[in-house]
């Protein structure tokens, strides 16, 4: 009786393996924290649930009480607060839909997952879009935003566009420094991932702006157009998550060496009616052929 027993357990045990894939194994040293239930922060994680392939651990700050104790060796984290959280140093930190947020903490590794496709993505959508434009405005408030505005100047030379990068610290200035871009005889107007920057009302501002002077305004995501403004380069909330997954298989592979991985997805949404306000005439035919959602 006691040799069938162990030739039970022994089946068992046998069967367990081989249900447990190696990623299966691997996900319990992977802990997914979500800022809130948020829309964006659900459809996110359902993209990576689908790239990643097994279940992992996930905590909601909004639900959940957080321990970085019990944090596993891999954390993806989804929204600003989450990525914000305290977590060891020996943890690896992917975070996305954070772009307000750069880690730069001593000891750890980080990979950032931005909101926005590559700067050369954003300015060869840009150019398809407006074949003649040749001279930008950004404008921008945050220091999360430096690094990607410096990588964009970089590119935006390759493809012989003068970039007007203009920083503010309170949003009162804005008007002044649209009429002083106005002034420099610009485009276009291309605004960054930028919390700090963007709201309701200020985001009336640029609409307004591009409709009475003729400068059509691209925005980061595909929400703002709906809103008014004349195209997003972006890249959809399941495709960061997705990204985020992918990102996580490989930390587990010790196979990181970035710092920053862009979505591989790029969508470039134009709002018609928009362009039309701006002044910007369109071939639509060819906008199809090449992608663009019209709307």
Known sequence: MQNY???IWLCITVLWSLFLTPLSVAAQSVTVVLSSDLGPYVEAYKGFQDAFGAPVRQINLKTDIFDPSNISDVVVA????????TYPDDTVVIYC??????LKVEGQQTVKIPMLPSAADVLNRLKILQPNLRRLAT???????????????????QVDIVLISERISDSDDLPGRLRKVLQEGVDGVWLPPDPALINARSFSVFREFSWSNNVPLYVP????????????????????GRTAGEVAKRALQDNLNASVIYPLKVELRVNLDAADQAGLELNQEDLIEKGAVLQ
């Open 97 to 102: 839909l954070a772009p307000g947020v750069q």
């Open 5 to 7: 027993s162990k030739h």
């Open 78 to 85: 989804f929204g600003g607060k989450a990525a914000l959280e």
């Open 221 to 240: 995501t595909a929400g703002l157009v709906d809103k008014g403004a004349v195209a997003a380069v972006s890249s959809g909330f399941w495709d960061i």
């Open 139 to 157: 404008i921008w408030a945050s220091d999360a935003q430096a690094d990607y505005l410096q990588e964009l100047a970089i590119f935006a030379k």
